[in-house]
């Protein structure tokens, strides 16, 4: 659980889900669902019941607690284990998210196709520290745009993208120097591996990447 293949050379940094308040719709609907049934089940094993009520009191009882118990998983279990289920990775060479268990599902971004990382706070988000980031990304004049939502402590989440980003693309104008020799040089927009751009303007700074800590630059930061 929790693990992700890695190619030759590629590190996880930072492995969250998203913040536990996109859980809040199911806990309503837990309680919602708890306060109803209840009340039904009260009401008709009440021994006070018109004798029609009395009569049918056993179907309807079958009736409450199919209903309460399909809406209990559909509403609750399900979201919870989709959650739980759903991961998201950064690591030095890719965004990555996926399912665990079943279909993966995954959506990926390679860092050498991401032309930028914007993220994207909402008023309700904020009191939570989650927000959106957005991955702008594409090769060839396609551009494609990948929404990771509600993700958790959203701001450092955004800060480390972008550091890693800018160290694949300093790496990247390194190894096309290099290729290209002591009189050559890596032109702004040359391509570098993994079919990125070099010298592309990037952000600056890299911390050191984790293996599997939620957050490799902020250890007191718990996995969302």
Do not use: C
Request: charged share 15%; no cysteine.
């Amino acid at each position: 659980m929790g693990r992700l293949k890695l190619v030759d050379g590629e590190q996880v940094v930072v492995r969250t889900r998203a913040h536990r308040r996109t859980l809040i719709p199911a806990l309503v609907n837990l309680l919602i669902a708890a306060a109803v049934v209840s009340f039904l089940l009260g009401y008709l094993s009440r021994g006070s019941q018109p004798e029609f009520v009395r009569q049918f009191s056993g179907l309807g009882l079958f009736v409450v607690w199919s209903l309460g118990a399909l809406t209990l998983f559909f509403g609750t279990v399900r979201p919870f284990l989709q959650w739980l289920n759903r991961l998201t990775f950064l690591t030095n060479l890719r965004i990555v998210q996926k399912n665990l268990v079943g279909p993966p599902e995954p959506i990926v971004a390679p860092l050498g196709l991401i032309s930028e990382v914007q993220l994207r706070t909402r008023r309700i988000q904020s009191v939570s520290g989650a927000g959106d980031l957005i991955v702008l990304s594409g090769a060839y004049g396609q551009q494609q745009r990948t929404v990771l939502a509600d993700m958790p402590d959203a701001a450092h989440f955004h800060t480390v993208a972008a550091e890693e980003l800018g160290e694949y693309r300093r790496r990247a104008a390194e190894q096309q120097a290099s290729r290209l020799g002591p009189a050559g040089y890596a032109a702004p927009g040359g391509y570098g591996n993994h079919g990125g751009y070099a010298g592309h303007g990037g952000y600056g700074g890299r911390s050191g990447p984790g293996d599997s800590r939620p957050y490799a630059h902020d250890p007191g930061v718990r996995d969302g």
